[in-house]
């Protein structure tokens, strides 16, 4: 549960890896958060999202079937289709935390960010996109290219809030006909904590009590 005043999705983004990227404590002060998710099924998948902004408004919900030709497919198209809702409903200014429980979806989604700061625009690994999900991955590009900052977190698929909208759309049609909100976030507090703690997951990674490191951190 978030604590109050706080995004469930900022919760989760702030204790979920960011591959490629170091996550120190500053850069959890995203202004939205997207989680998004894509079902692939021989009769028939579907596509889910939640939008939220740091203090726990929820943006929008998106519930919609699909037909994908495959599970990656269906995890682009979901990302695609939820940056697109969010740039409906942001300012270009906006920082954005991504959520996907895809990891090379993750991954190809901060190299893309890292290249745009690169002298050459070069990725500093390899994007790995699937031939089928080219389209998708231009659009989901110039989403990226619309917003102040993006980065993506790799989150458990039990986790992930837009999972049971992508897997039983037909349930939670309801969701699509919420209003439209277009709404900002409260301000960022004041907590000198903020900026100089990680928060326990960050914390300690390698000591006693810490566990071992991810590489992907």
Known sequence: MAAHGRSAL??????SPTPHIAHPPRTHHRDFYV???????????????????????????????????????????????????????????????????????ASNVNNAVLATTHPDRKAPQPLSVPRETRYHWRGIEARLNGFDEVRAARINSDQNPAHPLANTPDRYRHVNHEPDRCVLPDPLESSTQ?????????????GNGGGSGRASD
């Open 35 to 105: 989680a998004t998710d894509g079902s692939f099924r021989k009769t028939g998948g579907g596509l889910g999202a939640v939008i939220e902004t740091r203090d726990g408004t929820r943006v929008a919900r998106i519930a919609t079937t699909d037909t994908p030709p495959d599970n990656n497919v269906a995890e682009y198209r979901a990302l695609h289709l939820g940056l697109d809702v969010l740039a409906a409903r942001a300012p270009r200014d906006a920082r954005v935390g991504v959520l996907v429980d895809h990891d090379s979806l």
């Open 10 to 15: 900022r919760d989760l983004f702030d204790e």
């Open 194 to 206: 903020a900026t100089e703690f990680p928060p326990p997951s960050r914390a300690d990674r390698n």
